[in-house]
């Protein structure tokens, strides 16, 4: 008859705690509605995209739904076009970069200068914001070419997330 070696032993408790702990994970992902939660706007538009949650990027919690009611075609069209105006705006991800370098630097520096990390950070204000404008404006432009039924059926999306996330 073999002995059983005590390292078997923790090794199987060790495999157990970690089913256990996996298994959890996964009803709760499931019992939390997470798996149900559309989130088109950030498959769209890249990984920093517009769920609300990250909105550096100017890009509203409504866009998602907005973007749903689109032909997946015209969605793409819709946000190269937002890209399109930003970059005509001077907004680009290395003038963005640069602003980030400017906020880093101003972190770093030795002695620190407290102005010089305030300008840094308005500087990131401005871009957000000019972002933003453009990203709303196109917004209202592309929703008032959309029927009644296309602008009810986003208003409800709107809706039910919002009451799923007070629950």
Known sequence: MKQNLPWTRIVLVLSLTLNFLVAGAA???FAGGWHKTPDFATQQSGPRGG???RAGRGM???LGPVLQQMERQDA???LRSLRDLQQ???LT?????DVQSAIAAALNAAPF???ALTMALASLRMDQTQRAEIT???LVRIVSEMTDDQRGAIAETITTRITSRRR
């Open 27 to 29: 009803v709760g992902f």
């Open 76 to 78: 793409r069209r819709f």
């Open 113 to 115: 200068d407290p102005d």
């Open 51 to 53: 769920d609300g949650k």
């Open 136 to 138: 709303h404006r196109e």
């Open 60 to 62: 509203p919690p409504v």
């Open 93 to 97: 991800r290395d003038a963005h970069a």
């Open 88 to 90: 005509q705006q001077g």
